[in-house]
């Protein structure tokens, strides 16, 4: 794309301001210079490249909240590069990449070296999270404030959690004072260590052992009562059960402000979908019952539930074509997180505006970026797509590295045309 690029003849889905219906976009300097129904209704401009959106719905570049790599220690499993690559192809113009790396991203040096990196080799944006606390063992706080400085968005154990209360405490009371972001993985690892699934009638008939629901609750809890002692920013980065989505409503009740996201796994699948042992949908936490599955449904209908992450976790084949009690949690999600959130507004009947603002404007404000919106001024970070070209998941046509999908096969609708970041078009469908 050129400096001065003009997209005509869209749907322009903007949940940010609450428009959806047909207009333009002028983009200038990676920039939206102008955006309207009425723009260009004297003709097209001069000195511009034209890209005729034919009535496709441009909307605001997703933005993921959850994404794990292999980079640097596991390159294996997934680079930075190949993670925007996979990012861009899904539409998503900006990924927070989680600290769970080898070593740990939990000094000054290794966020800038993310940062560099990305900056040479990824298409799209990376915001680096670094880690709560040193080598992610849930011992001793990390240097907040340097790390901050250094350029991490958002302070995460990922996928552990934190068990020492007072540490905990002292994360988020230290957290509090530097206004940094908190994205809490939370799970009570002692009711957690003897199963693979969701617990139930299900997981008995398997013979494998249950992770409860509770488990979630009651790591949640405590979470929720440390908040009221510091006041802290604090993210559930993945709420997936019922009991634990109404532990948030009482705590905004009592005038706390923890935000929450769903993971797109949790919100298209149930414990059923292991079917006969599929390692590829062995995913933490677990895929809950269907009356969970629905719950999450509602609650991102009734906005109770802010952000909707892929929770795009690799892995490689020898830690997946195992045992089921065996296999690796994961599973890759940046490229079925567009279908997924459409299906939410095709079959659950949740309007557009609403459904893309989990992907866009929600997580911008959570992680105070300018992007997420169709405004002037606003970062040139746009996606096209045919919301209702039907697609079956192939992940041989994935870009990430590795194919562990707990989709492959689904019949899903929506197709990326362009993805564009900063102006620029980083992946053309």
Known sequence: MSARTAIINARIVDPASGFDGTGSVLIENGAIADIGPRLFNDGKPTNAEIIDAKGQVLAPGLIDMRVFTGEPGAEHRETLKSASASAAAGGVTSIVVMPNTDPVIDDAALVDFIRRRAEATAKVHVYPAAALTRGLNGEQMSEIGLLKEAGAIAFTDGDRTIQSSLIMRRCLAYAANFDAQILAHVEDPWLAAAGQMNEGGFAARMGLGGIPSAAETIALERDLRLLELTNARYHLAQVSCAEALEALMRARQRGLKPTCAVSAHHLAL?????????????????????????????????????????????????????????????????ETLLPVVLSLHHEAGIPLLDVLRCVTVAPANILRLPSGRLAKGAPADLVIFDMGSPRKIDPNEFHSHTKNSPFVGRLMQGRVLRTVVAGKTVFEG
């Open 270 to 334: 149930n414990e059923q979908d292991i079917g006969e042992y599929k390692t590829f949908a062995k995913v933490s936490p677990a895929l809950r019952c269907e009356a969970d599955r629905k719950a999450m449904i509602e609650g991102v209908r009734s906005g109770q539930i802010d952000a909707i992450v892929s929770s795009h976790d690799p892995q490689a084949p020898e830690t997946k074509r195992l045992p089921f009690a065996q296999a690796a949690y994961g599973a890759v999600g940046l």
